[in-house]
């Protein structure tokens, strides 16, 4: 969400990581398209189009939307085309961290493994604040029962946790689900749309260019590219995968492409029904009720009532993704030395990094109690600042993971192609460079303020300055932990 706002000789491994025991304890049962199901729900896809592609049009000044979105699905299928070939080289879940790690070095890989630990967790609690307002917003709505927001966000990350500390499966088959239904739903819409034949007749102007110029088009791909963030985690989830090296790959390449896909007809549905030429005025001036409305002109009164219940379905099938990453995180590098020991191990009833969930669990609920009596407002300063944050943070390591293929295949190793290891990570490294320009940038918009930003970016660059502390500590402390910090790259000739 974003703001409301392949090959060659067999392979010689390295010696065996210190976590290899636990992984062989995992559950390996995750194929394509249970993952797909996770990284396509923790994109929200529904709540992209609801709560999203407005904001994109009125921020953007431009019915551009759709173009946007395909723009963004372009750079990350050249981002995913280096990122899939490292990952059958460097065969770990810690995906950013760990390859980041294999091309730039263990201490620019540590540094990207806090960041990607804080990024996600920061993220995390943003969108959780959001899900407990939206949880509110229906309640009331719907039974006229007002309870404070902050109760449903505790009473989320309780569910969270249940399903974060059992068997894996247990979480795709929810998310399947909710993913399913919600989908559907915007489906109906998108065809009521078409059916109707919008507000004044189908076109391709949200396609034109001279679309994609008017307004402000830059700050509409920034936030496009922030409606991605997830897809990434496909790699996160090798260690329990059926066939890591061919589901990894293609779980990727369908997850971008089907979210990409799906966001881009929607939001042309939706800048045609709402009428390409005033769209813009409309998102604007109600950006919270643009699609809902549509729904119910388009549709009927119970589907934008249905929009509604799934927008909270949504957010939650977000959080919940969100949780499993962090996990995984942390089981990895637990298993690596870098965090407790405890960390890395996997439950022998659910086959999963149970208490590195738990853990996760501990800290979120904590976090949430932190900013809730803090008094901070749970869209203005927790979803905005939080998300904003984590935009900075996740882009930066989409921009190193780029540098360190370029880097681990120039040194380290032979990819398939020149395409794998050059072509198409440097013209990702270069798109994605020009985002987080972008970003930076405008980075006081998004998160509020100047002071807000100088504060959230700041926190942004300590992780990952305590990441590369780390590192250095360990180096001269523990140098045989840090030694084997690389232990489970595998090496192509």
Same mark, same amino acid.
């Given at each position: 969400?974003?703001?409301?706002?392949?090959?060659?000789?067999?392979?010689?491994?390295?010696?065996?990581?210190?976590?290899?025991?636990?992984?062989?304890?995992? %559950?390996?049962?995750?194929?394509?398209?249970?993952?797909?199901?996770?990284?396509?729900?923790?994109?929200?896809?529904?709540? !992209?189009?609801?709560?999203?592609?407005?904001?994109?049009? #009125?921020?953007?000044?431009?019915?551009?939307?759709?173009?946007?979105?395909?723009?963004?699905?372009?750079?990350?299928?050249? $981002?995913?085309? +280096?990122?899939?070939?490292?990952?059958?080289? !460097?065969?770990?879940?810690?995906? $950013?961290?760990?390859?980041?790690?294999?091309?730039?070095?263990? %201490?620019?890989?540590?540094?990207?493994?806090?960041?990607?630990?804080?990024?996600?967790?920061?993220?995390?609690? #943003? !969108?959780?604040?959001?899900? +407990?307002?939206?949880?509110?917003?229906?309640?009331?709505?719907?039974?006229?029962?007002?309870?404070?927001?902050?109760?449903?966000?505790?009473?989320?990350?309780?569910?969270?946790?249940?399903?974060?500390?059992?068997?894996?499966?247990?979480?795709?088959?929810?998310?399947?689900?909710?993913?399913?239904?919600?989908?559907?739903?915007?489906?109906?819409?998108?065809?009521?749309?078409?059916?109707?034949?919008?507000?004044?007749?189908?076109?391709? *102007?949200?396609?034109?260019?001279?679309?994609? &110029?008017?307004?402000?088009?830059?700050?509409?791909?920034?936030?496009?590219?922030?409606?991605?963030? #997830?897809?990434?985690?496909?790699?996160?989830?090798?260690? *329990?995968?059926?066939?890591?090296? /061919?589901?990894?790959?293609?779980?990727?390449?369908?997850?971008?492409?089907?979210?990409?896909?799906?966001?881009?007809?929607?939001?042309? =549905? !939706?800048?045609?029904?709402?009428?390409?030429?005033?769209?813009?005025?409309?998102?604007?001036?109600?950006?919270?009720?643009?699609?809902?409305?549509?729904?119910?002109?388009?549709?009927?009164?119970?589907?934008?009532?249905?929009?509604?219940?799934?927008?909270?379905?949504?957010?939650?099938?977000?959080?919940?993704?969100?949780?499993?990453?962090?996990?995984?995180?942390?089981?990895?590098?637990?298993?690596?030395?870098?965090?407790?020991? /405890?960390?890395?191990?996997?439950?022998?009833?659910?086959?999963?990094?149970?208490?590195?969930?738990?853990?996760?669990?501990?800290?979120?609920?904590?976090?949430? &109690?932190?900013?809730?009596?803090?008094?901070?407002?749970?869209?203005?300063?927790?979803?905005?600042?939080?998300?904003? =944050?984590?935009?900075?943070?996740?882009? #930066?390591?989409?921009?190193?993971?780029?540098?360190?293929?370029?880097?681990?295949?120039?040194?380290?190793?032979?990819?398939?192609?020149?395409? %794998?290891?050059?072509?198409?990570?440097?013209?990702?490294?270069?798109?994605?460079?020009?985002?987080?320009?972008?970003?930076?940038?405008?980075?006081?918009?998004?998160?509020?303020?100047?002071?807000?930003? &100088?504060?959230?970016?700041?926190?942004?660059?300590?992780?990952?300055?305590?990441?590369?502390?780390?590192?250095?500590?360990?180096?001269?402390?523990?140098?045989?932990?840090?030694?084997?910090?690389?232990?489970?790259?595998?090496?192509?000739?």
């Amino acid at each position: 969400m974003t703001n409301s706002p392949e090959f060659s000789p067999p392979a010689v491994a390295a010696p065996p990581a210190p976590d290899e025991s636990s992984h062989a304890l995992l %559950h390996r049962g995750l194929g394509v398209g249970s993952i797909v199901f996770m990284v396509v729900a923790a994109a929200a896809p529904l709540g !992209v189009m609801v709560a999203n592609t407005p904001i994109i049009t #009125g921020i953007s000044g431009s019915a551009g939307a759709p173009l946007f979105f395909l723009i963004a699905t372009v750079v990350l299928v050249f $981002f995913s085309v +280096g990122f899939t070939a490292m990952s059958k080289f !460097v065969p770990n879940a810690g995906a $950013f961290y760990s390859y980041i790690q294999a091309g730039l070095g263990r %201490h620019v890989g540590s540094g990207a493994a806090a960041l990607a630990l804080v990024s996600y967790g920061v993220l995390l609690i #943003g !969108v959780n604040g959001y899900l +407990g307002v939206a949880t509110s917003n229906v309640v009331s709505a719907h039974f006229h029962v007002d309870i404070q927001w902050w109760i449903y966000s505790f009473a989320w990350l309780l569910i969270i946790g249940v399903l974060g500390y059992r068997d894996i499966e247990l979480s795709s088959k929810v998310l399947g689900v909710l993913l399913v239904v919600e989908i559907a739903v915007v489906v109906v819409l998108d065809v009521a749309i078409v059916v109707k034949g919008g507000e004044s007749g189908l076109g391709v *102007e949200p396609l034109s260019l001279s679309t994609f &110029a008017s307004g402000t088009p830059t700050l509409g791909l920034m936030f496009a590219f922030f409606c991605f963030f #997830g897809f990434e985690a496909t790699a996160v989830f090798r260690n *329990e995968a059926k066939d890591p090296d /061919r589901t990894v790959p293609r779980a990727t390449y369908i997850a971008v492409l089907s979210i990409g896909i799906f966001y881009a007809i929607s939001s042309w =549905a !939706v800048m045609e029904g709402a009428g390409s030429g005033s769209v813009v005025e409309k998102a604007k001036a109600d950006p919270e009720n643009l699609v809902l409305d549509l729904a119910a002109s388009y549709g009927a009164p119970i589907l934008k009532d249905v929009m509604q219940v799934l927008l909270v379905t949504s957010t939650f099938a977000c959080v919940l993704s969100f949780h499993n990453v962090i996990t995984r995180y942390q089981f990895t590098l637990a298993g690596k030395g870098m965090l407790p020991k /405890r960390l890395a191990d996997v439950s022998e009833k659910h086959l999963a990094p149970s208490t590195s969930s738990l853990i996760a669990s501990a800290i979120s609920l904590a976090a949430m &109690a932190l900013v809730t009596a803090l008094g901070w407002d749970p869209i203005t300063s927790i979803y905005t600042w939080l998300s904003g =944050a984590a935009t900075l943070g996740l882009i #930066g390591l989409m921009v190193l993971t780029n540098l360190a293929v370029i880097f681990y295949f120039r040194t380290k190793a032979s990819a398939p192609t020149v395409w %794998h290891s050059l072509i198409a990570p440097a013209m990702s490294l270069i798109s994605l460079t020009v985002i987080l320009a972008l970003v930076i940038a405008n980075f006081s918009l998004l998160v509020g303020d100047r002071t807000t930003a &100088a504060v959230v970016g700041g926190l942004i660059a300590v992780a990952f300055a305590v990441g590369l502390a780390g590192a250095e500590v360990m180096k001269r402390q523990r140098p045989d932990r840090y030694a084997e910090l690389a232990a489970d790259t595998v090496r192509r000739p």
